[in-house]
Structure formats: C-alpha cells, structure tokens
C-alpha cells in the first residue's frame, strides 16, 4: 500500500479567511469586535504559527493587531452545536475574567463547516528575564488564583500569557482551561 494511504487524515491547521461577511457571526455581544469588523480584519489576515507544533489542531491568522485562533479538531456541520459551544465559551470568558476584555468570540463558516473562534488583541509574551518578568510573576499569580476561585486550572507555560503593550496588565492567551482538581 502506498505510503500516502496508510497515514492518518489530519485536518488543515489553515483557518482560512471567510468568503463572505455572512460567515461570521457573534452570537451575543461580547468582547470589542462586531462581525462586520471581523470579516475585514479576517481578508487581511495571514496564517500564522506562535509555535511549530505538529500535534496541535490549533490554527492561528494574525490580522493588524489581532490574532484569530480556532481548534480545526472541533470543525462540526451541526451549526447549533457549534452556537452551544460559542456560547458555553462567551460565559465562561465573563465568569472567569482572565482574558484580555476585547477578547471576541464567534462562529466562523468555512467550506460548508462551522469553527469556535476567537480575536484576542495582539499581546506581549512576558520575558524570560527582568522586571517586566517579576511584574508577569505576581500577575500570574493572581490569574490562577482568579481561575482556581471558579473551579478552574490553567496551562501555566510562559507563552500561554501576554501583556496588553499599552498598560502592562497580563491575561491569559490559551481558550483551554481544565477543572481543577482539589
């Protein structure tokens, strides 16, 4: 059997852009973008990848100022499915508040499928060494704990938080989080 047969099918890690501004909807208010400003930051994106990992279904675009992420593993044809877990994900964001405020949420449709996504403003992740390193520290601190108080536990790798560059205030970039276990 040729090679090419035996392998495992995996998704594109592409997000693509939407063809038309009806491929993207928000489901409820939340976060700074409306869909309008979406589908045009999203036809200036390019693909982009933070980190060359091979295993993750993740797909990022970055747009001028923003980042748009989306897990391609999670693409459904079941829209009302998708809108349920949007929304599951607009709620948590508010109950928890450890992500940037802008932080939009939406529902993508791309080649017949609908995707979670996400816009999060263009952040700065915290240097490994310095000051600015120390503030990342006592800031991370209290995002744990903020998440810990709702049940909650957080990747704590380095470069799944950044800094809003205009007030040095630190919030979580990843959309995963997991129950904490006491």
Known sequence: MPRSETRRWR???RLGQPATPGCVTVIEPN????PHEIFALMTQSTDWRPAPDPRTPMAFAIAPG???KSDLSRRRLDRERVVRDVSRMIDLTAKVGVW????TWFLLRFRRRHLVCSATPLLVIPPKIGVRRLLARVQKRRIVAQAAACGLRLDERRRNFGYDP???????????????HR
Request: hydrophobic residues 40%; glycine residues 6%; aromatic residues 20%.
């Open 100 to 103: 940037h405020p802008a932080k």
């Open 11 to 13: 998704p594109s890690r």
């Open 66 to 68: 923003w980042v748009f």
């Open 166 to 180: 205009g007030n040095w205030r630190l919030y979580y970039l990843d959309d995963e989080v997991y129950p904490l």
């Open 31 to 34: 976060g700074a973008l409306a």
